[in-house]
């Protein structure tokens, strides 16, 4: 009872990190079931304002579909707003956010100012051959049941994905080993050997 009480009030705040394909949303939304928390997932939010067709949707639809980043200051705002909404009180998981080391430093500042901090970013490490594999299946596993297919899981596009995630995206990741919350996981295993060890790793760096 005191043991489910304590899991209740503690906080879990964290960042979900790895190359296009990794698994990020797929990990994402299993722990922050499993710790009823939010996941943010920044990709998400942009298909949204695409979908929506807002001035911020058409800002990043091009970028987006020609697998380059978005504006720091579009995605940077969206998660601004989004951490001030009283569901991430007990928490949040940061999905495909920060992508540069300009994000991060503006993710440190903002919650800084709302007296918030991190407690672990976990990598998902997986090589690009299974990355590659693993978009091409997506694709045609929607195609299949007639779903709609991402215009960026185009082969030739998630190549360019992958330039943009080793040209930007991986020095985030020194960027937090240097802060000493880097954890890396081997995200080649089965979906379900990764989820058990990142909450294995999460369980005992929450805080209250
Ligand atoms: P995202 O939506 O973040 O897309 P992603 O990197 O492809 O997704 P993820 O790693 O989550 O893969 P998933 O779990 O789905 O970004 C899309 C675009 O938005 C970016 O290219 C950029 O333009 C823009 N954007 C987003 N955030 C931004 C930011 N902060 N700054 C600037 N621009 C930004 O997994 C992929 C597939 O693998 C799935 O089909 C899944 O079922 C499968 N899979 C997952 N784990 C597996 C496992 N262990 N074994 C086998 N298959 C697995």
Do not use: W
């Not at 979908?51 to 978005?70: I, N, Q, Y």
């Not at 001030?84 to 998981?93: K, P, V, Y």
């Not at 997506?138 to 360019?160: C, F, H, S, Y």
């Amino acid at each position: 009872m005191l043991a489910h009480l304590i899991e209740e009030a503690s906080k879990m705040q964290m960042i979900m990190f790895g190359p296009p394909g990794a698994g990020k949303g797929t990990q994402s939304k299993r722990v922050a079931a499993h710790y009823s928390i939010p996941q943010l997932s920044t990709g998400d939010m942009l298909r949204d304002a695409v979908a929506a067709g807002t001035p911020l949707g058409m800002r990043a639809k091009d970028l987006m579909e020609r697998g380059a980043l978005v504006g720091d200051d579009i995605v940077v705002a969206c998660v601004r707003q989004r951490l001030m909404d009283a569901d991430t009180q007990r928490g949040f998981i940061l999905d495909g956010f920060p992508r540069t080391v300009a994000q991060a430093v503006e993710l440190n500042e903002v919650l800084t100012e709302i007296g918030r901090r991190l407690d672990i970013v976990i990598e998902l490490s997986v090589d690009d051959d299974e990355l590659e594999k693993r978009i091409a299946a997506r694709a045609r596993n929607a195609a299949a049941a007639g779903e709609k297919v991402r215009v960026d899981d185009d082969p030739q596009t998630v190549k360019l994905r992958l330039r943009e995630f080793y040209n930007n995206t991986q020095p985030v990741s020194e960027f937090y080993r240097s802060a000493g919350l880097l954890v890396k996981v081997d995200g080649l295993r089965d979906v379900e050997q990764v989820t058990s060890e990142i909450i294995n790793l999460t369980k005992d760096v929450r805080h209250f």
